[in-house]
């Protein structure tokens, strides 16, 4: 794992597009794993730039959400299908046809999840996976105690989760589903690279217990100290209560692969 922090929330999701970049160039037929939620809106805006002033082409990418609610369709503008679509989707000319998510609405659940792993299998896997971490610590909707080898599957939402997510719901956290299917732990660690971002205070235990702590499946997070290739880009704000600030800011003033980005 390797931590990268940025002075701002502009600046970090600055680098990870450029790292989603780099990976677009190099392999025109990528295929991207997407989160949705408020960190990755930056990321999205930025990303639509990108197509639109310097030509980032998305055309020959597969894209694979981590979740979607059970019980809303893409159609309902609070579901994550809808989320991709407005902010990022109609705005880099990708087929749709390529972009996945988890289908909330399919008449059996456990069936769409076995699909959604194959397809991902189909597509070759995800190249490179975004992350954001939730207060409980979940990656997707892996909330506590889900398996570190789990694959996806439909979870419960913890009752913080729903409270971080009423915002998207007119703040009525009645409103924010109780379930939703999401790519496993074991389905996030198959990808071939883990990027997680984390930006604001409100972020700056929760990823000091992920980075620093030990692997545990009551922050699924942690789990991303298994992967072989995974960093965590943060701002300042959300890197304040890691320990070792300064052995990250070594490694990423040291590392050849990074002075391009510096
Ligand atoms: C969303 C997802 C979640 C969010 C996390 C952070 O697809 O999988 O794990 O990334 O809840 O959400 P924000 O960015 O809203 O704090």
């Given at each position: 794992?390797?931590?990268?922090i940025r002075?701002?929330s502009?600046?970090?999701?600055s680098?990870?597009?450029a790292?989603?970049?780099q990976?677009?160039r190099q392999?025109?037929?990528?295929?991207?794993?997407?989160?949705?939620?408020?960190?990755?809106?930056m990321?999205y805006?930025?990303?639509?730039?990108?197509?639109?002033?310097e030509?980032l082409d998305?055309?020959?990418?597969?894209?694979f959400?981590?979740?979607?609610?059970?019980?809303?369709?893409?159609?309902?503008p609070?579901?994550?299908?809808?989320?991709?679509?407005?902010r990022l989707f109609s705005?880099?000319?990708?087929?749709l046809?390529?972009?996945?998510?988890p289908n909330g609405?399919?008449e059996?659940?456990?069936a769409?999840?076995?699909?959604y792993e194959?397809?991902?299998?189909?597509r070759g896997?995800?190249?490179?996976?975004l992350?954001?971490?939730g207060?409980?610590?979940?990656?997707?909707?892996?909330?506590?105690l889900s398996?570190l080898r789990?694959?996806?599957?439909a979870k419960?939402?913890?009752p913080?989760t729903?409270?971080?997510n009423a915002?998207m719901f007119?703040?009525d956290?009645?409103?924010?589903?109780?379930?939703?299917?999401?790519?496993g732990?074991g389905?996030?660690l198959?990808s071939?690279?883990?990027?997680?971002?984390a930006?604001?205070?409100?972020?700056a235990?929760?990823?000091a217990s992920?980075?620093?702590?030990?692997?545990t499946s009551?922050i699924?997070?942690?789990?991303?100290?298994?992967h072989?290739r995974?960093?965590?880009?943060v701002?300042?704000?959300a890197?304040s209560?890691?320990?070792n600030?300064?052995?990250?800011?070594?490694?990423?003033?040291?590392?050849?692969e990074?002075?391009e980005?510096?």
């Amino acid at each position: 794992m390797e931590v990268i922090i940025r002075p701002d929330s502009d600046a970090a999701a600055s680098l990870l597009v450029a790292l989603i970049e780099q990976v677009v160039r190099q392999k025109p037929n990528a295929t991207l794993g997407f989160a949705t939620g408020h960190t990755m809106e930056m990321v999205y805006s930025k990303l639509a730039a990108k197509h639109a002033n310097e030509g980032l082409d998305f055309s020959g990418c597969s894209t694979f959400n981590l979740d979607e609610y059970i019980g809303m369709s893409g159609k309902d503008p609070s579901s994550y299908r809808h989320y991709m679509n407005e902010r990022l989707f109609s705005k880099i000319e990708i087929d749709l046809a390529n972009t996945f998510l988890p289908n909330g609405v399919a008449e059996d659940i456990d069936a769409e999840c076995e699909r959604y792993e194959r397809l991902i299998e189909e597509r070759g896997g995800i190249d490179l996976q975004l992350l954001g971490i939730g207060s409980t610590g979940h990656i997707g909707f892996n909330e506590p105690l889900s398996a570190l080898r789990s694959r996806t599957r439909a979870k419960a939402l913890a009752p913080e989760t729903r409270e971080q997510n009423a915002s998207m719901f007119g703040n009525d956290v009645d409103r924010v589903p109780k379930r939703a299917i999401t790519m496993g732990v074991g389905t996030i660690l198959d990808s071939r690279r883990c990027i997680l971002l984390a930006t604001g205070a409100a972020k700056a235990e929760i990823i000091a217990s992920a980075v620093e702590g030990p692997v545990t499946s009551m922050i699924s997070a942690s789990a991303l100290q298994l992967h072989t290739r995974c960093t965590v880009i943060v701002d300042e704000e959300a890197a304040s209560a890691l320990q070792n600030q300064d052995y990250y800011r070594w490694i990423f003033e040291n590392e050849p692969e990074w002075q391009e980005f510096q």
